[in-house]
């Protein structure tokens, strides 16, 4: 029996595969933006990973350092250092800031990390470790900077010594590493200005400032100057031991708040970007409703245009089934072709994105059944109007 | 007359009560295996309510239909006597429109082998059938061609091929000649004569087309229903 569908579409193959093309952009878009989520969410846990680390100690009833602002003082690495199953412990420093580069800016996560410690980049693409307490920087090539090129933060210039490959907040910005001592200027370093009247706020201060108490004067203003806080300290745990374990006596006896590793993803995908999931979601459920309504308009309208022939078919005795056969065989082709053109658009125009696009196998294999099972549900209208046809309006009068 | 079709008090009424049409009233109609007969009559005398009526697509309201020997309606037993019209239209009966109405996206072959694969002969039967009709009709050279690249004439040939191509006993040629310019109507009645007697099928042609009415040696006249047969003038086109 002849293929009554294949030989339709190879009649009208130009305005088929143009309608598929189409279509096929329309999936494109919709794979994107489940690639798009999928970034996200690998965005996070490469993040996690980067960071070398078990547990997050955090300021107490905060969920920092990347869901919420965290401040600790620089020394309580120390004491869980101390602490039965820490194998490491250290300082880090997160801030997300307009990092300039000649004329331009590039919107980076700035990190303060001490060499060989958790926090340090752990693979490098290009250049080599930092191996200056000051002035020197790693950074993703996200960021756009060149070995050897000088980027400002706040007040200092910064040389780019090393470059490393998806290193990026959740917020899917590029990390710029830097010695902790100059992040944590950075970050909480106020300007000379600002300094100057400080101090001359504290002078005119009496109870600071007492003729009979020599020295205090000068203690209160390098308390002011002097910066001991960071935004994490990120522990790593020994062998024998369990992150979950060291992470409550982290939390019983230094009054600090500790994170495992499976509680910060919990943070990061379910907390952090729960809201942009639920609006991703929102796209790709109207994305769906558009694509159904596109198939059923094309499908029913192609459908509309053969009502004749359909007409004469049934009238020399074609099956319903065959007729409607032929429909979901074209609605599901069309599927086919918009899956394979939206598929090949979204893997060319998703490294163009500025996040970073994940686009997954088994993404495109339920996107794959979804488009299917849209297509025959979008040749229901179509079919219904088929069968509806009276064969004698083959005959005329 | 045991083969070819035969009407008895065939009439078809549309509606109920005081708004009921009687489309045909008692219709009596008999053509012979090999014959070419006109049904003739104006608009809305009820020619296209018979022509469906026998090509078994609306069920009439009483009477006898008789098709290649075989009682297919009688509403006195109970009215079709089959239930799958479809393959009753696919294998008994033949349709050749106003319109060819091929199918565009089937070439020419296929749009005849067609109706044999429908009625479920394999594809190399049903498209040498469909050749030895194209032969026939003198179109086997554009065997290969689609619907569009056919001239009118070639069109219509090709129909008329499809209409035989499960051998009914009856074709119902519903105007066939309308769109066409004398000559090509002369041609085309040709060949349904030529059809009709080397495959001895009844040939229904309805028609209004002043040309062609001389060549039927048997026109049936039908006029509010009811049909009045008359003899013809018969005239030799061979």
Redesign the interface.
């Known amino acids: 029996?002849?293929s009554?569908a294949g030989?339709?579409i190879?009649?009208?193959w130009g305005k088929f595969v143009l309608t598929g093309i189409g279509l096929g952009l329309l999936i494109g878009a919709t794979l994107t933006m489940a690639g798009v989520y999928r970034g996200m969410v690998d965005d996070a846990q490469v993040l996690l990973t980067n960071s070398g680390a078990d547990i997050w100690v955090v300021q107490k009833d905060t969920q920092g350092p990347y869901a919420e602002a965290s401040n600790i003082r620089d020394d309580v690495y120390r004491s869980v250092l101390g602490l039965p199953g820490v194998a490491q412990a250290a300082n880090v420093t997160y801030l997300t800031m307009q990092v300039l580069h000649g004329a331009r800016e590039s919107r980076s996560m700035v990190v303060g990390f001490e060499p060989g410690q958790p926090g340090e980049p752990t693979y490098l693409v290009a250049g080599r470790r930092l191996l200056r307490g000051h002035y020197e920087a790693i950074a993703d090539v996200k960021a756009g900077f060149r070995l050897g090129e000088r980027i400002r933060i706040r007040r200092h210039d910064y040389e780019v010594v090393g470059l490393t490959q998806r290193t990026v907040s959740s917020g899917g910005d590029p990390m710029v590493f830097i010695p902790l001592k100059d992040a944590q200027e950075a970050q909480f370093l106020k300007d000379n200005d600002a300094i100057i009247t400080d101090r001359a706020r504290t002078a005119a201060n009496p109870a600071l400032n007492r003729p009979g108490v020599p020295g205090l004067l000068d203690a209160v203003n390098a308390a002011q100057t002097v910066n001991r806080s960071v935004n994490a300290v990120l522990v790593k745990v020994g062998a024998g031991s369990t992150a979950e374990t060291v992470a409550q006596e982290i939390r019983r006896w230094k009054h600090l708040q500790a994170y495992t590793r499976v509680q910060m993803e919990e943070i990061l995908v379910a907390k952090l970007i729960a809201t942009s999931a639920k609006q991703i979601g929102m796209f790709l459920a109207i994305l769906t409703v558009v694509s159904a309504a596109i198939v059923a308009f094309i499908i029913y309208t192609m459908t509309l245009g053969k009502i004749?022939?359909i007409a004469?078919?049934?009238?020399?005795?074609?099956?319903n089934s065959?007729i409607a056969g032929m429909i979901l065989q074209q609605a599901l082709g069309l599927g086919l072709i918009g899956f394979v053109v939206g598929k090949i658009s979204a893997t060319l125009w998703a490294p163009a994105f500025p996040k970073y696009v994940l686009l997954e196998s088994g993404d495109a294999l339920r996107a794959f059944i979804v488009v299917m099972l849209v297509c025959t549900l979008a040749s229901t209208l179509a079919i219904r109007a088929a069968l509806k046809v009276?064969?004698?309006e083959?005959?005329?009068? | 007359m045991d083969q070819g079709i035969h009407i008895e008090g065939l009439s078809k009424r549309y509606g109920a009560g005081d708004t009921a049409v009687d489309a045909l009233k008692e219709v009596n109609m008999s053509i012979a295996p090999g014959e070419v007969v006109g049904l003739v009559g104006p608009s809305g005398s009820g020619?296209?309510?018979l022509?469906?009526c026998l090509?078994a697509?609306?069920e009439p309201t009483r009477g006898r239909m008789t098709l290649g020997g075989e009682v297919i309606y009688d509403s006195a037993q109970g009215g079709w006597k089959t239930k799958d019209l479809?393959?009753l239209?696919?294998?008994r009966i033949g349709?050749i429109?106003?319109a060819p109405?091929l199918?565009?996206?089937?070439d020419v072959t296929?749009n005849v082998?067609?109706?044999p694969?429908?009625?479920g002969r394999a594809?190399g039967v049903s498209r040498a059938r469909a050749l030895e009709l194209l032969q026939a009709l003198d179109v086997a050279h554009r065997a290969k061609a689609?619907p569009s690249e056919l001239s009118g004439g070639e069109q219509q040939r090709v129909s008329i091929a499809?209409a035989l191509a499960n051998q009914p006993p009856v074709i119902l040629a519903?105007?066939p000649t309308a769109p066409l310019d004398s000559q090509r109507a002369l041609a085309v009645m040709r060949i349904l004569n030529q059809m009709a007697s080397q495959y001895q099928t009844a040939i229904i042609v309805v028609t209004h087309d002043e040309k062609i009415i001389p060549i039927f040696k048997r026109i049936y006249h039908i006029r509010d229903g009811r049909t009045v047969e008359e003899a013809g003038e018969g005239r030799d086109i061979s």
């Open positions: 029996m002849i009554l030989r339709d190879l009649h009208s004749r022939e004469v078919l049934k009238l020399i005795g074609t099956r065959s009276d064969p004698a083959a005959i005329g009068g | 020619k296209t309510t022509l469906k090509g697509v609306i479809r393959a239209r696919r294998d349709f429109f106003q109405y199918i565009p996206f089937l296929d082998a067609l109706l694969m429908l009625a594809n689609q499809r519903d105007e």
